[in-house]
């Protein structure tokens, strides 16, 4: 394989999770008695530019499907997360009903209603039927298609260029990252600024954050390799600031550099400090992350077999993608983890893919009366935890996996 980046061979392995179906392909009750189809699940280190990337086997359109069941809106905190920026950019960028702000992966409209709701046109690209559709109800124009270059070109055309892109969680999980980066510099009005916010390899690396790998995630990224790829694509950085979302993300601020204007701020400068001290453009960094992921694998395989012998009852909440990377990896099962529960009715009574896991919704909780409640989505998890409180009234406790290992009955894990 060669780097989707810059075309080099690649030969440095990062990590290998076996094999597993792509991680939103849950099922239903038809789809229990047809074969899944799984791929291979392994990253590998580009070590001319430092892109971390998944191995190629499938495409965008197979797993971006029409019924694409991650809803945005159904974490509380990512909706303050998304209200919060949208308040800091119209104060930073000056925004008003003169600009125009774009959101590409606009999901469910978690973000743009923001938007609306201050009074500044707008308007999101998704290319997912599920999410777009609930997007609309919400009021928000939504260009149903995958974006890149020559979608760029066919809105800067019709006049629709933007003073602000925003692009949450979603540099990751495009497999022609070249075409999709330029599509930003030719959608940019002169002046325009553009977002990115994703998980930060750093932490990923350093907190074991290895569940967060799925073909759904082409790349994992760091500013290192980054700004390689946006100056190649006519994009410059010029600022970034360091998130807890997610376990830890970047939000990288962009211009165009043809006609941009910011000032680059000494953050950028630090956090290439902080990357190139850590060692993040040499080969020994990325070394030994596969043994910190077999050691959660097993630590998690033994919990369950003990949970089991002595008669303690398992439950799961959240089914989320990064559960799925955990589970298939570790081969659980219906026998140790009997179901999962989730808020979001799009994934109520389907399976978890490849573990074949039901998920029920959350008032299951209440009538199981678990002793036990792994939380999946680790980075959520003192949302969970208080929407979940009730659990402590059986005197259940929590479990949590990444980094660690850990179980509370308390507040904080």
Known sequence: M???HCGSELRLPFLDLGSAPPSNA????????????????????????????????AGREALFTGDYAYFSSFSTTWLAHAEHYVQAMIERFELDASSRVVEVAANDGYLLQYVRAADIPCYGIEPTASTAAAARVKGIEIVERFFGAELADELAGAGKQADLIAANNVLAH?????????GFARLLKPQGVATFEFPHLLRMVRENQFDTAYHE???????TAIERIFTHNGLAVFDVEELPTHGGSLRIFAQRRDTGR??????VT?????????????????SGFQA???KVKEDLLIFLIDAKRQGLSVAAYGAAAKGNTLLNFAGVRPDLLPYVADKNPAKQGKFMPGSRIPIVAEAHLKTGRPDRV????????AEIMAQLEYVREWDGQFVAAVPTLAVTKGSHI
């Open 2 to 4: 060669k780097c989707r």
């Open 26 to 57: 849950y099922l239903t009750d038809a789809g229990l008695r047809a074969p899944e189809v799984w791929y291979p699940l392994r990253l590998l280190v580009c070590e001319s530019c430092w892109l971390v990337q998944t191995e190629d086997h």
């Open 174 to 182: 495009v497999p022609e990252i070249n075409d999709f980066v330029k």
């Open 217 to 223: 995630h082409y790349s994992y990224l760091s500013l």
């Open 262 to 267: 910011q000032e680059v701020t000494p953050k």
């Open 270 to 286: 630090a956090l290439r400090k902080v990357e190139a001290d850590a060692g993040m453009a040499a080969a020994g960094f990325y």
């Open 292 to 294: 910190k992921a077999e």
């Open 374 to 381: 792994v939380i999946l989505p680790w980075n959520l998890r």
